[in-house]
């Protein structure tokens, strides 16, 4: 009988301990889920990319990403659907639609400063990376405001703390310098799998990198 006591004490103590140590690791700032997901925010090149919690496994993904969305909704979902999330990375695409809706680089750059500058400050140790906007084709006619969106906000970046800048362009063109049409739909703006799939070989170690505090 005291043996028998003995053993399932043994059993007991054993089920609790590794209940705390679960507990303990589930905590631990090396945990994924202590450190919170990586959160995509932007428009529907993020929003229709559908492979993209494959292509980035085993990163714990969250793709807030809609179509149609513009700089502005960036600022008005980052309190209520970013902050609340606490990401330990913060995935950015967005100033497409406001290029194609005429709207001035430097317009488009302050309110995406905003948007960065909200996260930083509100998510202590949160890593920000900003995906070039698409030289799309069917963007050729403001290409320069583009570019100038890219160049500022690639300047931006590399003088702040927790704030990247990741170029995707060149996986889009060929050596000639030319657009890589086969990677567009017909509307020569979205993307077919084989352009996600040249953005997660450019993405992911850099994402990786960041989730891991490198």
Sequence with gaps: MTTRRLLLGDVVWAL???ARTTAAAAQSPLSPAARGPVVFVG???????TGLSQQMAPLPIVNLAFDGSQTADMQRMLKPQVLPRRPKVIVYYCGSNDVDAGEPADAIVRRIRQFVDGAVKSIPGVRVIFVSINRAPEKRDRWDI????????AEYAAAMAGAQYVDVNPVLFNSNGEPRFELYVADQLHLRPAAYEEF???LKPILTGAFEGQ
Excluded: L
Excluded at 43 to 49: A, K, Q, V
Excluded at 146 to 153: E, G, I, K, L
């Design 146 to 153: 583009v570019d100038a969106v890219n160049r500022q906000v």
């Design 16 to 18: 609790v301990a590794h």
């Design 200 to 202: 997660a070989r450019v």
């Design 43 to 49: 428009s529907s090149i993020f929003h229709r990319w």
